[in-house]
């Protein structure tokens, strides 16, 4: 389990949002893992916590599935790292979640916006 | 999966070269770098579960612990080498005899004939054969041609008719290359194989015109096929001779059709022939016709098929007609008080009739087997519960160190499953020599081997007997808990008083199981004693005997020249004492039987006892040669010959029988014509004639050159020293004579009367070897038991001795403990052994099921046993040293 401490309005992911979250991640081209989970932190506003062992996990069911692709290469300031970038499939696979997610976002929105019936 | 698989160590170096980034990253935004280090590795989280989730994901993790325990439990069993083969053997044995009795089982009592559908096939049976009538082979099972002719045209009931006679009584001379051989020979009907639905390996099979044209031409069996012609591809149209008349070889029939002779293999069959050469049983032609013209010969055997929706009961009412009538073709009406024969159908098994003769000592058999398993299984059980007491600290540490009591039971079961993967392949190869040498005791040369039924039926014991092992140990294995890593004190483990009982119970059954098979093991024995010093009332010793059938004879004064010369020129060999022939070989089983009148008239017997007489044809010097006194007149000699007046040998039974209170010479067996007028000459010692065991019967000789027909005989050699090294000699002589005729069976005389008691001498031998077996069993399951109570016992002992128990109070409270359970196992097992031996008592010759002498001498043998067995451990225990014993604790 993550011992470090957690800043009160970081969430925990909801189940299934991390794969969504990775393949938008790597839309504009590859990233090694640990860029994507730092982008994920920053541009959620460092709402979420993103478990670094999960995310791990997460990338190699995805390239399990050959909706991203990996290979060893060098970071900006020459680390060797694992880049990993989208495939056909997983760019599929992104526009279909996207989607989802969308209609998913925009009924739970209506549900709770509702007036209060009685 | 097709891709290599990512290996732990890259994703380890993945995760590193995140921690290295995100310091990296911190260090940028102004973090120190001792800092930014740590700061990466704590957001990161625990790294080593991220690898460990990495190495389970998508992998078989129940199949990768159960090779860890395959591998850990393969090196266990190889640290106890004495217990793990101690534990292989007992399972191989008691599975392996129960495969192989089960196996002989299913192929004798089960199996059906490999035929096409085989529940539609029937072999045809008769109550017997009308008075008149005679009758070669099996009463039950021997019809007539007119029968076979009548039933044929019934299509109606039966589909199918085929009708099939042996060639010889035994076997027949063929010739393939240079040198006579013997084979088993049927002839059949044309639809013989059409009709079963046996399909053929190679060439073709019969048709209908083979039969009406008589064709000269022969199906083999695969069996013989792969045998004696090594499968040749290019056998069919290769010539065989079969008693000197050739055939053209047509097919192969496919592997696994045996023939339908019960017991036998047919090595091949001919289409059925109207010729002397190849009559049915190889019989002459009477006055010139052959089986099919004498209507009331009942030679023919015959398997039928049932027409789609009729029952055997129907067909056999439906038909009963038919059958009285075809029966009594050329007898004229049945005689006053005669009862017509009464037609009925049999179940197509493989083994015909062979549930009457094996069914029970078979059912037996199955049922020591049985026992020994048990005792196997209960010995194996308390071996691993034992030994698994012993682990019970190994256990425990594991316990303590979080292993779940489901991966504990797991290991277990693993290792059961081991030992017992050892053990079945073992009792399986020990199956399938046991099968065959079951068969070749018991002279039965159709396989026995075990089929897919009784492997699954194994296999399902041997999964049974692997839960078992894996989960009786169970309990004492994790009953000490987590706790008792922490303790070492010996007097706490495994001395739980309930665990002791179980064992002594166990102990005490198998002692008296082992009473039960002793028991009936050494009645048995007994028997088998008994059956084999049976007095037969004749010199078996230097007797050889063989069959020599001699082909191309047509008149009896031909058959006879042959046979003089014949004895003549053996004779004349060295080293050979007295030579004879005889028409029935004695021990074989084969008699003639008939109601002779005495004087011209029906035999009359004080107290209307039985009139029924045994016959034989016998050549000169017949009672000389055999070793059988003469005790009034003379027997055989020169003086008798074909022209002569015709004279005969009666046995004393006979004499005292039919002719009581009068001197029997010159009294006359029939006496109505000049033609068949038969004179007493000699009165001979009773002996024995078909069997070992036979109740005596009264007996009359023939001379054999008096018959007036030609006949197959069997010569006797009497010879100095072993009579089977003058068999090449003997060979000799008859291919001087002949080059087509074959020695047929060729054994001593002690070996054909040993063969007519083999199923009670195979059934005996097997008994004593499972009674000792058992034996063995028990003696190294209470030798296993008790040394491990012993052993459990050790602290204590010590502290006995230390305060000043002496040695042999020590070894006396050891033998107290195992005498009492032998006591009990006794109490026990005597009942239950009176109860078997009862089951027994029809297989018994010549003792009681009651017999006291095989009571003691179990109940003395087991006694034996356990002291034995409980000797060593307690010598050991007595000679424990007290200072070691007390600083185990």
Known sequence: MPTQDRSD?????????????????????????????????????????????????????????????????????????????????GREQLVEKISEWRRLARAMAMVLDAPLED | MFWRRRSPDDFAEEIRSHLELEADELQREGV???????????????????????????RWIWLDKVMRDVRFGMRSLWKTPGFTVTAVLTLALGVGANTAVFSVMNAVLLKSLPVEDPQSVVYVKTSGAPRRANNTGDWQTSLSYPVYDALRREKKVLSDVMAYVPLANDKIGVRIGAQPEEAEADMVSGNFFSGLGVKMARGRGFIPSDETDHSPIAVLSAKYWTARFASDPEVVGKTIYVKGVPLTIAGVAAAGFEGVEPGHSTDLWIPLQNSEALNAWGAPFRKGKSYAEVPNWWCLRMVARLAPGVSRAQAAERLQGVFKAAAYISLGAPLAGEKPPVLSFDEAKNFPGYEEEWGKPLRMLMAMVGLVLLIAMTNIVMLLMARNATRQKEFSLRLALGAQRGELLRQLLVESLLLVTLGGALAWAFALGATRMLGIWAHIDSSLSPDRIVLLATLVVLLLSAVLFGLAPFRTAVAGGAELALKTSAATSGTDAGKT??????????????????????????????????PLGIRTEGLLVFGVSQPNATTGTQSVQFYEELMRRLRALPGVEA??????????????????????????VAGGGSTMQRNNYVGADFFHTLGIPIVMGREFTEVDTPTSQQVAVVSELFAQRFLPNVNPLGHHINGNSKKDDVVIVGVAKNNKYTSMNEEPIPMIWYHYAQAGEPMAMHVEMHVNGDPMSMLPSARKVVASMDPNIPLVLPMTQRAQFEQSISQQLMFARLAEFFGVLAVVLVATGLYGTLAYRVNMRTAEIGVRMAVGARRGQVVWMILRDSLILTGVGVLVGVPLAMLVARALSTSLYGVKAMDAMSYIVAVFGVAMVALAASAVPAGRAASVDPLIALRAE
């Open chain 1, 9 to 89: 309005d970081r969430i925990a992911l909801l189940q299934g949002t991390l794969d969504l979250l990775i393949l938008k991640t790597l839309l504009p081209g590859p990233v090694h893992g640990q860029g994507v989970a730092r982008r994920i932190q920053r541009q959620s506003e460092e709402v979420f916590f993103v478990d670094h062992g999960s995310l791990y996990l997460a990338l190699q069911r995805l390239e399990d599935k050959k909706w991203i692709s990996a290979k060893w290469g060098l970071s900006e300031n020459n680390r060797k790292a694992r880049f990993y970038s989208l495939t056909a499939k």
């Open chain 2, 579 to 604: 030579v004879t022939v005889m028409g029935n070989r004695v021990g074989s089983g084969w008699s003639n039987n008939n109601n002779a009148m005495v004087d011209g008239k029906e035999p009359q």
């Open chain 2, 32 to 58: 120190s770098e001792r800092e930014a280090h740590w700061k990466a590795m704590r957001e990161f989280g625990n790294v080593r579960a991220a690898q460990e989730r990495f190495y389970m994901k998508g």
């Open chain 2, 501 to 534: 009982r179980t064992g002594k119970i166990v102990v005490a059954l198998q002692m008296a199981l082992c009473v039960v098979l002793l028991v009936g093991g050494g009645l048995l024995v007994r028997t088998l004693q008994n059956l084999q010093n049976i």
